[in-house]
């Protein structure tokens, strides 16, 4: 008594449970991209270090330079900004003595 598999159904099982990994990989791969690229933004008060072509540099109160966009400050005024918290937690991942 042998029990016979049809060799197409076997391989197309196959394909469908590799299609159905990569599948999950790829949404779980976009998922993580979306939550780790999307904007986490807080107003925050910001002192204005200076004016470039690209939008005004800021420093935040706990000391972390961010472009907040085009502004109508100049350098030494304190304005409240829109700082992505996030931009803000890499910065402390790549230098985590300050």
């Known amino acids: 008594m042998s029990i016979s598999t049809n060799p197409k159904s076997s391989n197309a099982k196959q394909l469908a449970i590799i299609a159905g990994v990569l599948a999950v990989m790829g949404v779980s791969l976009f998922a993580y991209l979306m939550w780790y690229v999307s904007p986490?933004?807080?107003l925050e008060r910001v002192k204005i270090?200076?004016?470039t072509e690209n939008?005004?540099?800021g420093e935040?109160?706990?000391g972390y330079p961010v472009n907040i966009g085009q502004c109508d400050a100049k350098p030494g005024d304190i304005i409240v900004a829109a700082v992505d918290q996030k931009v803000k937690e890499r910065q402390e991942l790549m230098?985590?003595?300050s």
Request: contains cysteine; charged residues 20%.
């Open 60 to 62: 935040t109160m706990d």
């Open 49 to 51: 270090i200076s004016v």
């Open 95 to 97: 230098n985590p003595t």
């Open 55 to 57: 939008g005004c540099i």
């Open 40 to 42: 986490d933004e807080v």
